[in-house]
């Protein structure tokens, strides 16, 4: 089956952390850049970070950078960002995906990261 799925989000206190998790099946994961995105209510999806296929280059939207990390692990086909010093502002649902539209893989259901006191 071709998919992502998502998981570790959860409700988090301003300068808390969470560490996501994406499983990825069905494709040849190590062949693909991945990414996470985010969307919050009213907002468009924005990328967050992306990864290249090998892991060894990593890139951050400047709201996010020096915070979150993302790493990936190919033997497990799997891609984590771990949130540190979070923010009400990173609040949204949150989604891994190929970079770009890498990969075979759609959307999946994203999972919902709350940031409140």
């Known amino acids: 089956q071709v998919q992502l799925v998502e998981s570790g989000g959860g409700l988090v206190q301003p300068g808390g952390s969470l560490r996501l998790s994406c499983a990825a099946s069905?494709?040849?994961?190590?062949?693909?850049?991945m990414a996470w995105y985010r969307q919050a209510p009213g907002n468009q999806r924005e990328l967050v970070a992306s990864i290249s296929n090998s892991g060894g280059s990593t890139n951050y939207a400047s709201s996010v950078k020096g915070r979150f990390t993302i790493s990936r692990d190919n033997r497990k086909n799997m891609v984590y960002l771990q949130m540190n010093g979070v923010k009400p502002e990173d609040t949204a649902v949150y989604y891994c995906?190929?970079?770009?539209?890498?990969?075979?893989w759609g959307w999946g259901q994203g999972t919902q990261v709350t940031v409140s006191s």
């Open positions: 069905g494709g040849i994961f190590s062949m693909y850049p």
């Open positions: 995906k190929g970079q770009g539209g890498a990969g075979p």
